[in-house]
């Protein structure tokens, strides 16, 4: 009875000291990002556009620019960027808080992608897994506030499904 009572002692402890899983978290935001946003990535914070040292705050919708020298935050760029193309400026992908405080090393570290073309936009791609974002062309659902449910009936349906309605009830 001692060896059976230590025995199940044993197991007990046995299974108490096993190393617990690593718990894994992962933020997606695919289906926040602009259509003119750069493919290739699940998740993103902010963009930092070197063409006109400004970024966008992507879960905010807001863009982040300096305003006589003080961080302005709007959902429209300023008049003076009015002409710039969203879709062929080149965007730089910061996935760290308010990086507009690190102003000063983005504009030298990424002044090289200034005037540069040929980025992918989720506009333009083929991915399944932009296709989520609202306006991309293969978006099935278009934007409609009913996403996910099937055109209404004629009114001619089988009803519930238990027999096409004709014979006993």
Do not use: C
């Not at 096993?18 to 259509?35: E, K, R």
């Not at 982040?64 to 760029?77: K, R």
């Not at 209404?152 to 096409?164: M, Y």
């Amino acid at each position: 009875m001692k060896k059976l009572v230590f025995l199940a002692l044993l197991s007990i402890s046995g299974f108490m000291a096993l190393p617990s899983a690593a718990q894994v978290s992962l933020n997606v935001n695919i289906g926040s990002q602009p259509l003119w946003g750069p493919t290739g990535y699940d998740h993103v914070d902010y963009y930092y556009l070197p063409d006109i040292e400004s970024y966008y705050d992507v879960p905010r919708r807001q863009f982040v620019y300096l305003n006589n020298g003080a961080w302005v935050f709007n959902s429209n760029l300023p008049v003076r960027y009015r002409n710039y193309d969203l879709y062929n400026g080149y965007k730089v992908v910061i996935n760290s808080p308010k990086p507009y405080l690190h102003f000063k090393d983005h504009k030298v570290k990424y002044a090289k992608y200034k005037s540069n073309r040929g980025q992918a936009v989720i506009l333009r791609s083929d991915d399944p897994r932009y296709y989520v974002v609202k306006g991309h062309p293969k978006n099935k659902f278009k934007g409609n506030s009913k996403a996910g449910y099937a055109k209404p009936g004629n009114g001619n349906g089988n009803g519930n499904g238990k027999g096409n309605g004709k014979g006993k009830h």
